[in-house]
Structures are given as C-alpha cells and as structure tokens.
C-alpha cells in the first residue's frame, strides 16, 4: 500500500505540473488570438474613418478648386495657361489644405488621366512627374476611373492614400488624392486603447537613398531595411514617456515580429519578460498585393499569464499539499485495517459511509459485484446506488438526494433494495441502519440477502398481474372513447368546410376547385378518423399489418391533418424531415402517426394554457446507424423536473380531467416500444420538451 500511494504521489505531482504549464500555455493561446482580433479590428476601424473623412472631403475640394471645370480646360490650352490655372487651383485650397494639415492631410495631390502629377499642395513647383512606375494607385485609378485607396510608398513619401476620379460631362478629366500621415493612425489607435503603436516602413533602394538624406523624417530602424517615423516616434515617447530605447524588446522577441511582419496575415507575439502582448499586423499593398510595412500594438498582457516566477511557485505548493495529503492518507489507510478485518468476518454486505461517498466494506459486498478492492469500485461508481434497481417500493438513486437521507427521515420504515450480482441474477435486500453507529458523521450500513423471500412475494404479486392484464382487454374499448378528444380537430374541418361549401354555394361564389378542394379535405378527415378506429382496433386485437413505406411520406400525411388545428391556433409548424434522404421502414401503419399526434397535440396544449407568444413546434428526422430519430420539440418551457419521470405513467395527466385522461403518452409510447420495437424518450431542452423517437430499420 505505502508503494502504491507513493507511485500515485508522483503521478499526481507530475500530472499537476504538467496541468498548470498546458493551462498557462492555453491561456496564452487564447489572450493573443483575442489580443489580434481586437487590435486588427481597431486598425480597420481607424481605417475607416479617415476612408469616410477623405470621402467627404473628396467632394468638397473638388468644388472649392472647381477641378471638374478647370481640368477640362487642359487639353486645349497651351502649358502658360495651364500654369495659371494650376496657380488658381493651389490659391483656392491653400487655405483649407492649411487647415487640413492639422487633423493629419499631409498632402491633397492633383493628377491628369496620363499619369502626370499637375499639383501636389506641398511642393506646388514640383509638378509634371511621370507616375506610371511610382505610383500603382494612379495607374489603377486612370485605368479603371474608379476610387481606390491603400497604404502607398513613394520615393519620398508614404501614407494612407484615398483616391477620386473627377468627371466633367460624363469625362474623366483628372484624379483627386488625399494623404494622410501614419502618424494619425497610430496616435488614434494609443489615445482610444491606451497602448504603444509603431510603424515599420519597408523601402526599396530608391526610398533609402532618399531617407538617408531627409533624417528630420525617418530614422532607420532594429529591423534591416525597415525605418520608422520621426512624428510616430515622438507620439510613442510622449504616451510611454519612457526613452525609446527602453522600449525596443529583446532580439528573440525582435525576430519574432519581423517574422510576423513579413507575413500577410496579423498575429500576436508574447513577451513574458514584460509581460507585454505585441500585435503586429502587415500592411498590404491593395493593388500590388505586396508586404510594404507592418503595424506593432504594445499592450499590457492580462494577469490571469503567469510569469515563470508565479508558475515555480504554484507548482512547489501544489507538491507540498499533494505531500501532505498522501501522508494523512496514508496514516488513516495503516489504522482503517483493524476495523476492515472486522467487517470481513461478515456475511451480509456492510459498508461505511457518509451518505455521499463510501470510505470502507467488506469483501462480500465486494465479491457480489465482482471487484477486486474497493479503490477499483470507486474508480467506476460513487455509490452503490448505482445497482440499484429502479422500481416502485424500493430505493432508487435520486439526482441531487441521497439515498441515505431518505432512509434516516423515517428510521422505523422497512426499506428495501433490488440489485443484480456479477452473474446478472437480480437479489432483494432489506437495509438497516443503527443511529448509534455514527462515528465522525459516518454510518454503518447493512445489506440482509432476503432474496428468497421476496422470490415468494413476487410469484404472488405475478399472479395478481395476469389477473389484472386478463381484465385488461375488456378495457379497452372504454379506453378508446377516452382518446375520442383526438378526433375533434378533423370533426371541426369537416364541419367547417362543409359549412363553408354551403355559405358559398349560397352566395353562388363555390367554383369546382374549391368544392373538389373541400371535398378531398373532408374525405381525408374522414379517412383519417377510420384509420383510427381501425388502428386502435387492431391494437387491441394485437392484430399487425405491416407494410413498407417511406417514413418522410407517413410523417406528412400526419402533418397535413393536424396542420390547419395549430395555424387556427397561431402555431407555427417547423418541418424539417425533408432535409435527408428518403427512409423506407417496415411498419404497422397508422400506430406512427397516432403516436405523433398524440405528442403534437400535448405539445400545442401546453403552449396554449401557458399563452406562450412566440408558438412553434419543431419535427426533426435523421437516421444513425440502423435507426431513423425523430424528435419533436415544442416551445412550451419544458415538464417540470418532479414529474418528468411520471408522463408516461397511465393516467397520470397535468390537465383537468375534462381535458385528459393521461393515457395519450402512456399508450404512445406502448406503441411505440411494443409494437413497433423502437424506444420514446422525453427530456427537457432549452425552450421546451423534446420526444425522441427512435426506431429500428
């Protein structure tokens, strides 16, 4: 024993370790999947106002400027004129671009459908650049004569670039753009999430020999061939107010987001040394489809990651109660042997137990059920209700209640229990208990064989059953007016309709549509109450008629029947048993769909009795293995729980008598497992009970 406890020590204290590193491992996982999402979602949100600024903005530009009309004027003036109007254009949007400037525009550009730049704010001298090769956008643009907007690198600029065509009568005559520093993007991702964000410019040769002259923009970056912004510099300082250089992690973590960043999808990176989470998302190119930078959010890591520190700790605590638990277990297990020895030397079962969980019995409790210890015992069951038998008279296991309970509310009262040995064989036995046998709230229980005994009471109470099964029969056809309720839904149709013939033949508007119509409704109510009869005639005559059908064809037909009593009703039917394969099945006919009736009809009543707003019942079919299911499903808030194991007791019904005689779900499912060999459950779903039908092909 002490070598079984000891091996079980360290395989508990191994697997506890193990549990806490896949824990933290896990929550990682998961705090940067979220932290990606959130953060790739804020990227595009902050992308899409200054989409829907540059949009608004687009449009009064180009009515300040008046570009519609001077761009027109272009092709058939000489380059003095154009020069002047390029002069109007600049002189009637300095002022707004001025103002512009201060929320992030750093540049309101002008381009002609040949790819030539006519004006660009910032450098209004510095106009007719062939931008075929540098910029894709205006090649888009100028071919599709549509807007477009991406993140865009030129040789001396970047930033987020929104694009409009201008249209003078129907003619593309020029392109609008407007471009706004990345540091907007940024400082609007740290002033609404309170984190660090950076962007990493990837230039090409051209670019570089550009910055390497203009180091009041850029600065060259950790990452080789990436340079960052001065402006998103200065921002980054100022919300960490830290130096620069404390804020650049370790190289590991460094390789990791440029890793990251030359990919196209974002993701998250840990760094456990701050406890930080950097998201790094890759900023494509819309039109080239290249990787042209990427974006980093440095944000705080929540506390539920552990650092390594917390981890060590954990798991040297966790040993040291595992240490401390076996050496009690131990010592309780060394003094346990004596009274075992005792309980041994019996021959009735006796065990010791708190009312929830056994701690000790005897080898002949142990040998009836065939295990070898009772560590082996409790590995399958937690109490030894679960042989229990479950039969009127005698105790039966009981969710959330212990049996012991409810043998200690009435001590005096005989109670008794049917359990099956290793072989099968059922055995009856009487249980006692001494309310003197308590120590440290545990109770010595004994199970007396009184097997015989109840083997002659039972042949006694066979006997009277035959008695009652034989009076049976002669029952039955009482048993059929009470069932008679069933009819009153198709008696109403045909009473309707054949009223309704009669009013419009009265008033002369029957047409012989309508009246086959009727007619045919009529014959199938008709039809369907003969059926009846007949089906619950052979039932008693234990007569089968079977036939093959296709199941999906007997659930209809039932449907069609009971369909105009739930839409008088306003109850919406969910047919969903044409979502599979047709199933063909051997069957007795008719005892299906009085079954489903039965089912739809309690299902309608109990939503009609509780008013429920929203009514609806759901059909379902399915086949599995060798079975077709079909479940039925209401909206009607589900059998309260007390009683659930009671519907389909006979007689037992939760309406008044004037409205059931609480046979329709005991001889449902009488038919069901009896006569067409399959199984009917209920249970309680989220919106109401669901009966499964389950039946053998």
């Keep these: 024993m002490k070598q079984l406890l000891i091996i079980l020590f360290l395989f508990t204290s191994a697997l506890s370790v193990l549990g806490i590193f896949t824990l933290n491992k896990n929550t990682i996982k998961k705090q940067l999947e979220h932290t990606t999402q959130t953060y790739n979602r804020a990227y595009n949100t902050v992308y899409s106002e200054k989409f829907q600024l540059a949009t608004t903005l687009s449009s009064g530009l180009t009515k300040m400027g008046k570009l519609k009309k001077r761009l027109s004027k272009l092709s058939s003036v000489n380059d003095q004129q154009k ?39 910032s450098q209004p001298n510095h106009y007719g650049e062939d931008l075929t090769n540098i910029r894709p956008s205006i090649r888009y643009i100028n071919k599709y004569k549509k807007p477009t907007h991406s993140i865009e690198l030129g040789n001396i600029s970047y930033g987020a670039r929104f694009i409009y065509p201008i249209f003078n009568n129907g003619v593309h005559v020029g392109n609008l753009g407007l471009t706004f520093d990345f540091y907007t993007i940024t400082a609007s991702i740290m002033k609404q999430y309170d984190v660090l964000s950076n962007f990493f410019i990837k230039l090409n040769k051209v670019q570089e020999a550009f910055v390497k002259t203009n180091i009041t923009t850029y600065k060259k970056s950790q990452h080789q061939g990436y340079y960052l912004d001065r402006l998103v510099l200065q921002e980054i300082k100022k919300a960490s107010k830290k130096e620069l250089i404390n804020l650049i992690p370790q190289k590991s973590i460094s390789n990791k987001i440029l890793f990251a960043g030359k990919k196209y999808k974002p993701s998250s990176i840990y760094d456990k040394q701050f406890n930080f989470i950097i998201t790094v998302i890759p900023i494509i190119n819309k039109i080239t489809k290249n990787n042209i930078a990427f974006l980093t959010v440095r944000s705080q890591a929540e506390h539920t990651i552990l650092s390594d520190t917390y981890i060590y700790i954990i798991i040297l605590l966790t040993i040291s109660f595992l240490s401390i638990g076996f050496y009690l277990l131990y010592i309780l297990l060394t003094k346990n042997n004596e009274l075992q020895n005792i309980l041994d030397s019996q021959t009735n079962f006796i065990l010791l ?109 066979t006997q009277k059953q035959q008695m009652i099964e034989r009076t049976k029969s002669a029952q039955m056809g009482e048993m059929i007016g009470n069932i008679a309720h ?59 008629e079977l036939k093959e059908v296709i199941l999906q064809d007997r659930i209809n037909s039932t449907i069609e029947i009971i369909s105009a009593s739930l839409k008088s009703n306003q109850i919406t039917l ?32 109990i939503q009609l009795s509780k008013q429920i707003k929203e009514k609806w019942i759901r059909i379902d079919l399915k086949k599995e293995k060798q079975c077709a299911i079909i479940t039925i499903e209401d909206h009607g808030g589900g059998v309260p729980n007390e009683i659930i194991h009671k519907i389909f007791d006979p007689y037992f019904t939760t309406k008044h008598q004037s409205q059931g005689t609480g046979l329709g779900l005991h001889m449902s499912k009488d038919i069901v497992e009896r006569t067409l060999f399959g199984k009917l459950t209920v249970q309680n779903g989220q919106n109401g009970a669901i009966f499964t039908i389950s039946l053998p092909l």
């Design 83 to 121: 020069d002047k109007i390029r002069q109007d254009i600049y002189n009637d949007l300095l002022f707004r671009y001025s103002k512009l400037k201060e929320i992030g525009i750093k540049q309101i550009h002008i381009s002609l459908p040949n790819n030539i730049s006519f004006l660009k704010m």
């Design 353 to 461: 137990t708190d009312g929830k969980k056994i701690k000790s019995v005897n080898k002949a409790l142990l040998n009836f059920f065939d295990y070898p210890s009772l560590i082996e015992f409790n590995k399958e069951h937690s109490c030894i209700c679960d042989f229990f038998i479950e039969e009127d008279g005698y105790l039966r296991k009981k969710d959330g209640e212990s049996w012991l309970d409810e043998m200690l509310i009435d001590s005096k009262k005989l109670h008794q229990v049917k359990m099956k040995d290793k072989y099968g064989d059922v055995h009856f036995f009487q249980i006692d208990t001494n309310i003197n046998n308590i120590t440290n709230d545990n109770y010595v229980i004994t199970f007396t064989n009184i097997t015989e005994l109840e083997e002659k009471k039972q042949e006694a109470f």
């Design 486 to 544: 069933q009819w009153r839904q198709p008696l109403s149709v045909i009473s309707t309709t054949s009223t309704g013939m009669l009013m419009q033949k009265e008033y002369g508007i029957l047409d012989d549509d309508t009246l086959i119509k009727s007619c045919n409704s009529i014959n199938e109510n008709a039809q369907f109450l003969s059926e009846t009869i007949n089906t619950f005639t052979n039932y008693i005559k234990e007569k089968k």
């Design 574 to 605: 969910i047919n969903n048993i044409n979502e599979c394969e047709d199933i063909k099945i051997t069957m007795t006919i008719g005892l299906l769909s009085q079954v489903i009736i039965n089912i739809i009809n309690n299902a309608k009543d």
